[in-house]
């Protein structure tokens, strides 16, 4: 399936600090942190030396030239002779690297291929941005097409973060190249009421809509994000579609089950930079 280009509003992809109060399970305590291991790991990730010595980028880099991260040191390291670009006194290049991490520093082996380090990472599933609602009789069109013009899509996107228990807001192009007004579904998640949610937001919106019910609202998903970066190793967090996304520096899963047990199974996803190394 061809990832999709949705419109994500009200921040779902940004963690942000926001405080408010909502339920979830008693915390039951963490587990001890990963804080180091002799085990071998892989990197997919860009390795700067910007004068202060080689490190390991493993957050996101700026798209800058030339380029700047920040990330844990790298010790062993040797830059190969391929891949690897200088400018203004700045030398980098992206590479899989295999070696140990204590999270303080990474102690690099050697640097091996895409091929050899493909068993190494999880295939990520395809973001998958399907209206849950079930396609109307007719299919999806728009009910009035005075009021499915793009400025009404903005008005309607607008109106949903306004509603009470908004979860969430993104677009269903439905395969198409371009997002049509008339024929792109506006997809809208809240805790309560669905109804008269709905029925808010037709005053302002004639096109294709589906308003569906969400577990947590927009709010309590940027909270629990913005408390799990202040995990040790977390690189980043978004929230959005019900989750919360964190990724971290490593996991060998003990974080995933503490945060299952925290907040529920699946409510809060883990994704390791780090990978064992399976060569």
């Not at 009789?137 to 008005?155: H, L, N």
Request: overall charge negative; hydrophobic content about 35%.
């Amino acid at each position: 399936m061809r990832a999709r280009k949705p419109l994500i509003v009200a921040g779902a992809l940004v963690a942000v600090v926001l405080m408010c109060s909502c339920g979830r399970a008693p915390d039951p305590g963490p587990e001890p942190p990963v804080a180091a291991t002799d085990r071998r790991l892989v990197a997919r990730a860009t390795v700067l030396d910007d004068g202060s010595g080689p490190k390991l980028c493993l957050g996101g880099v700026m798209e800058s030239y030339p380029p700047q991260c920040s990330g844990p040191a790298i010790d062993g390291w040797t830059w190969p002779d391929h891949g690897t670009e200088r400018h203004g006194g700045i030398t980098w290049g992206s590479f899989f690297v295999v070696g140990t991490y204590d999270r303080a520093r990474f102690t690099a082996e050697r640097v091996i291929d895409e091929e050899k380090a493909a068993a190494s990472f999880p295939r990520e599933p395809e973001p998958d941005f399907t209206s849950p609602c079930s396609e109307p009789p007719g299919g999806w069109r728009a009910v009035d097409p005075e009021r499915s013009t793009a400025r009404d899509q903005e008005r309607v996107f607008a109106a949903a973060q306004r509603l009470r228990g908004y979860a969430g807001a993104w677009l269903d192009d439905r395969g198409g190249r371009r997002q049509d007004p008339r024929t792109s579904v506006v997809n809208v998640q809240v805790t309560v009421d669905v109804d008269a949610a709905e029925a808010e937001l037709r005053e302002v919106w004639g096109g294709p809509l589906c308003v569906s019910r969400a577990e947590h609202t927009e709010k309590e998903l940027a909270r629990i994000a913005a408390e799990v970066m202040s995990r040790p190793g977390a690189l980043h967090a978004s929230h959005g579609r019900g989750a919360v996304d964190l990724g971290m520096d490593y996991d060998d899963g003990t974080l995933q089950r503490e945060l299952d047990r925290r907040y529920g199974t699946g409510l809060v996803r883990v994704h390791s930079a780090l990978q064992p190394y399976r060569g």
